[in-house]
């Protein structure tokens, strides 16, 4: 780590020097307190505790520097994270796992999705847990008709914001309090601009982070195109191997002249690995509009068939739903000041969630956040247990950028 970091600090301070380079950053810290969901307490979630403070500081230092067709263009990542609900580790008979809070106070709390070179820091102890990342590093070319990139990758499309099936390369947090946040994924990108309104991107990434890892590389090819067939409708697909699993899908959008609308699906074949699987399917569709000047809405409904393999306490999304349908709404009264609210709603089981979050610009480069979250209806027991584990917290934030 300390080998990446030293290239990392080289790369910064040659961006400071080149004449086409950019730097910035943010930081930002979070207070919250956090109650437990009663249910939670019992078998087989087993996360015994009622009230607890959690603490977290963030940030990101990002540089670029141009030359010619080429980039260089890479990010550091760090988090500071402490609360009690870290300890204790795995104890008792049954072997219970260590309270889960903590990952979804921190989602995505996994910042390299595909990863191979173990560019990170990850160290818990005690009541804190201590993360160095470097979630972006790559070189860049970019000819008249096509870029070719290597290195570790933000792979970025897709309209969802609180679900984008599409795209599993770098998960939404629409529906988290940290912000500023993308998972970096290992490999190389070829992209194609076979046309003014067709574009075709490749991408081979590998994965060492997988269980019961034997030294071979979990690999993914993968092929996202898009095509723009009008000024409003444009149709993107996707298609490959990834995580072992088969993968097809797409989405169409059309912009109105006062609305955006978009349909998603993705279906994933069972895994081509001996384990146990089945085959899951995920669809969405979403309203983006602004209403007036002040007031912007966004809804979002699908489906995302259950893994029936999947471990309760592993959370791959922010929310444990099947067929869901969220609405949020983003008002601003004042230049300076921005309220939202968003309601999420499982259709089958009857759960559903409340986000609140009101924030107000200090300067041009610094805001104040208050937060919180909340379920507001419970599911049916039998239906999800991995919904039992949904805390009710509040929450301010201080973050400023540079």
């Not at 470097?134 to 570790?152: A, C, P, Q």
């Not at 034997?214 to 996202?224: L, V």
């Not at 959008?253 to 081509?272: G, K, P, V």
């Amino acid at each position: 780590m300390k080998f990446f970091l030293l290239i990392f600090l080289v790369f910064v301070t040659y961006s400071a020097l080149a004449m086409e380079s950019e730097f910035s950053g943010n930081i930002e810290g979070q207070i919250r307190n956090s109650t437990n969901n009663s249910e939670a307490k019992d078998a087989p979630l087993f996360q015994d505790w009622n009230r607890e403070n959690f603490y977290l500081l963030y940030g990101n230092l990002h540089g670029k520097v141009e030359f010619g067709e080429s980039r260089i263009e890479a990010n550091w990542f760090a988090r500071y994270s402490e609360s009690n609900l870290y300890e204790p580790a795995p104890i008792g008979p049954f072997n219970r796992p260590p309270y889960i809070a903590t990952g979804i106070f921190t989602f995505p709390n996994r910042l390299v999705a595909r990863d191979i070179f173990q560019m990170q820091h990850i160290d818990q102890s005690g009541n804190h847990q201590t993360e160095s990342i470097l979630n972006k590093f790559y070189y860049e070319w970019d000819g008249s008709d096509k870029r070719f990139m290597i290195g570790r990758l933000y792979v970025n499309y897709g309209l969802g914001e609180i679900f984008n099936p599409i795209n599993p390369f770098n998960q939404p947090t629409a529906l988290t309090s940290t912000s500023q946040v993308a998972q970096g994924n290992d490999g190389a990108s070829f992209t194609f601009f076979m046309k003014d309104n067709h574009l075709i991107q490749f991408l081979f990434l590998g994965d060492k982070r997988i269980e019961n890892y034997d030294g071979s590389i979990n690999k993914t090819f993968w092929i996202h195109g898009e095509y723009q067939f009008s000024d409003k409708l444009q149709i993107d697909y996707v298609l490959g191997e990834d995580q072992s699993r088969n993968k097809i899908g797409g989405q169409a959008s059309y912009q109105f002249d006062e609305a955006l609308m978009f349909f998603q699906f993705l279906y994933q074949t069972e895994l081509i690995t001996p384990e146990p699987s089945n085959n899951l399917w995920d669809l969405l569709v979403g309203l983006d509009q602004q209403l007036t000047t002040k007031w912007h809405i966004r809804f979002e409904g699908g489906y995302q068939k259950q893994d029936q393999y999947a471990s309760l306490t592993t959370f791959t999304r922010f929310l444990p739903t099947e067929y869901f349908a969220a609405l949020a709404n983003v008002y601003e009264p004042h230049p300076l000041v921005k309220v939202s609210g968003t309601i999420i709603n499982d259709i089958k089981s009857g759960f559903s969630y409340f986000i609140a979050k009101g924030t107000f610009s200090v300067t041009k480069s610094t805001e104040i956040e208050a937060f919180g979250f909340s379920p507001v209806s419970a599911g049916d027991e039998t239906d999800n247990l991995a919904q039992k584990l949904v805390t009710t917290d509040l929450g301010i934030a201080l973050r400023t950028f540079f």
